[in-house]
Nanobody, 123 residues
Framework: VQLQASGGGLVQAGGSLRLSCAASGSISVINTMGWFRQAPGKEREFVAAISRSGGSSTYYADSVKGRFTISRDNAKNTVYLQMNSLKPEDTAVYYC????????????????WGQGTLVTVSS
């Protein structure tokens, strides 16, 4: 399986973007799909994760809770990150990743990463 993130771009503060993470193979058997981000000069940080069962188990970083929504469409082998009320501090390269277990914010648990998509939020 390979992961391809897309949907990044330039948006004004308060705006919205939807990121997509398309998998080359089936994601229905993948336990956890997550999104991380890395701002310039900072470490990669957890953003959101969703379990194989979909909406029943999601987990968000406090910094995005209430603004971002993660979802998955197993039929399309795609995971989404809907980002609303964007802030300049959300500017980063966003990565999707796969984990074989449910430990959503634990970065070492993710063993497959996409290439990243850049999100820039202007003030």
């Amino acid at each position: 399986v390979q992961l391809q993130a897309s949907g990044g771009g330039l948006v004004q503060a308060g705006g919205s973007l939807r990121l997509s993470c398309a998998a080359s193979g089936s994601i229905s058997v993948i336990n956890t799909m997550g999104w991380f981000r890395q701002a310039p000069g900072k470490e990669r940080e957890f953003v959101a994760a969703i379990s194989r069962s979909g909406g029943s188990s999601t987990y968000y970083a406090d910094s995005v809770k209430g603004r971002f929504t993660i979802s998955r469409d197993n039929a399309k082998n795609t995971v989404y990150l809907q980002m609303n009320s964007l802030k300049p501090e959300d500017t980063a390269v966003y990565y999707c990743a796969r984990s074989r277990n449910w430990n959503p914010s634990y970065k070492p648990a993710y063993d497959l990463w996409g290439q990243g998509t850049l999100v820039t939020v202007s003030s």
